[in-house]
């Protein structure tokens, strides 16, 4: 190691020998407090400043010790600012009372006087209903063949209640999410009408020989209420109600919405079915294990979230297509720690997609029994969904992704299902939501498939009519 004299000029010089000699600025010792020094080692810590040690060094070596010692208190200071400063317990729980400057609100204070503070979350009484009815779904559709009736999901018959579901015997229920507070791109809350909207959720499906929604009892179970101004208030309504969905015996699947939403959906999930016996397939660009933000609840961190919550383990969480460049090297140690099996679009290049997707595979059916699959469409390549909340550029095609989800879900026991982050008005053609409903179809198809023990691919045998399909005339 070489130690630079005090005296600036030849501080330089003697950095200009060292890189000359080959010496990495790393090795240059200035004179710092143990703290300092320990600080200056942290690579979290000179991450936030966009440097790293080699560059730091380089800055304090053309500075004398007094200065040098200075640069990084005022670093560590400024880390110290970003942290949270309390005030008077008091004065924050008051939206009356004006806080100090320099002090901070510990929780966003909500109205509990407020006579209709959960009046969005209220179910209407059925006895208030124009025209009594059984329960069961029922069709919007005016006409026998209607092509263009009023959109629902799938051309789904429509849900209301709970008590629709059970009495429908519905295998499958769609219902929309529209939340867009949990990211930057406010679009997502636009994703259930335009998904409703476009084709591509329902027909046959020609590599299966199986039209899903006529061997599946499936539902539109409309939108679940979003307080617009609050995504805690919301995850909390969005639990409620998709374990009410699960209790029904359906298998939810939720249109959003931003991947906030995988909080709540999980969380449900391990409600119904215990921690420990649900796993998950995350399929996104991004890994969602953000830690320390301000906020408990956004679409960078859920999955940190559920674990921190001891709601879901890391090993019963297999991450496909990830690469947002959000990710450091310090995450993906801390998702080592947690035993989280991650399969980044760097693994997919290198080895190969085929045997990327055996390993998923292999994965998914080596852990929990009950399997939730989340949908990110940034996994897709921005060519196949422009429209995407957090858009990244190399991810999968539509020729890896659709056999994909259609195989984890005919050949998985799946529980539920999400469509999360497709942003529909930051695409100005039609892509991304054809796109996403074709990859909610392809789960769909999976599920009959595994309902119907159909397990060889109609495609292969063109000539051969399946079972399935002779059998399929009506909708049950």
Same mark, same amino acid.
């Given at each position: 190691m070489i130690a630079f004299p005090r005296i600036p000029a030849l501080r330089g010089a003697a950095l200009a020998m060292a890189l000359a000699a080959g010496i990495a600025p790393a090795a240059v010792q200035v004179a710092l407090t143990p703290a300092q020094q320990a600080f200056v080692d942290d690579p979290a810590m000179l991450q936030r400043f966009g440097l790293t040690r080699d560059r730091l060094m380089t800055i304090l070596s053309r500075q004398d010790a007094a200065a040098a010692q200075a640069t990084v208190a005022s670093m560590m200071q400024t880390i110290e600012a970003a942290k949270f400063q309390p005030g008077d317990p008091a004065v924050a729980a008051d939206p009356v009372q004006p806080l100090d400057p320099v002090e901070d609100m510990a929780a966003v204070p909500l109205n509990p006087q407020a006579g209709d503070y959960n009046a969005s979350t209220v179910l209407r009484p059925a006895t208030l209903d124009e025209y009594q009815r059984d329960p069961g779904p029922f069709s919007l559709k005016r006409y026998l063949y209607e092509q263009d009736p009023i959109p629902t999901f799938a051309g789904a018959p429509v849900a209301l209640r709970a008590e629709d579901l059970t009495a429908g015997k519905v295998d499958v229920a769609f219902v929309g999410v529209p939340l867009d507070l949990g990211s930057g791109w406010r679009d997502s809350q636009n994703a259930p009408a335009t998904l409703r909207a476009m084709y591509g959720s329902s027909g046959y499906d020609v590599y299966a020989g199986v039209d899903p929604t006529v061997q599946l009892s499936i539902a539109d179970y409309g939108d679940l209420s979003v307080d617009k101004m609050s995504a805690e208030v919301t995850v909390e309504h969005v639990r409620k109600m998709i374990g009410e969905m699960?209790?029904?015996?359906?298998?939810?699947?939720?249109?959003?919405?931003?991947?906030?939403?995988?909080?709540?959906?999980?969380?449900?999930?391990?409600?119904?079915?215990?921690?420990?016996?649900? &796993?998950?397939?995350?399929?996104?660009?991004? *890994? %969602?294990?953000?830690?320390? !933000?301000?906020? @408990?609840? +956004?679409?960078?961190?859920?999955?940190?979230?559920?674990?921190?919550?001891?709601?879901?383990?890391?090993?019963?969480?297999?991450?496909?297509?990830?690469?947002?460049?959000?990710?450091?090297?310090?995450?993906?140690?801390?998702?080592?720690?947690?035993?989280?099996?991650?399969?980044?679009?760097?693994?997919?290049?290198?080895?190969?997609?085929?045997?990327?997707?055996?390993?998923?595979?292999?994965?998914?059916?080596? &852990?929990?029994?009950?399997?939730?699959?989340? *949908? %990110?469409?940034?996994?897709? !390549?921005?060519? @196949?969904? +422009?429209?995407?909340g957090r858009p990244a550029p190399g991810g999968l095609t539509m020729r890896e992704a659709v056999p994909m989800v259609r195989r984890i879900c005919a050949e998985t026991k799946v529980v539920g299902f999400e469509m999360l982050d497709v942003a529909p008005y930051l695409d100005l053609s039609y892509a991304t939501a054809l796109n996403a409903n074709y990859i909610m179809h392809a789960c769909l198809t999976g599920i009959a498939m595994r309902k119907g023990g159909i397990k060889d691919p109609a495609y292969l045998s063109p000539l051969t009519v399946s079972s399935a399909t002779a059998t399929g005339a009506k909708r049950r």
């Open positions: 699960l209790g029904t015996g359906v298998i939810p699947f939720i249109v959003g919405g931003d991947h906030a939403l995988m909080f709540p959906t999980v969380a449900a999930m391990t409600d119904r079915y215990g921690v420990g016996k649900v &796993g998950v397939v995350q399929l996104d660009a991004h *890994f %969602d294990a953000m830690k320390g !933000d301000g906020h @408990f609840i +956004s679409d960078q961190q859920a999955v940190s979230r559920l674990i921190e919550a001891k709601l879901i383990q890391g090993r019963d969480i297999v991450q496909v297509g990830t690469r947002g460049q959000e990710m450091s090297g310090e995450d993906m140690g801390w998702m080592r720690t947690q035993g989280l099996r991650y399969h980044t679009m760097a693994e997919v290049e290198s080895r190969g997609w085929d045997k990327v997707l055996a390993s998923v595979l292999d994965e998914v059916r080596g &852990g929990p029994e009950n399997i939730f699959v989340s *949908f %990110d469409v940034s996994v897709l !390549d921005p060519a @196949f969904a +422009s429209g995407a």
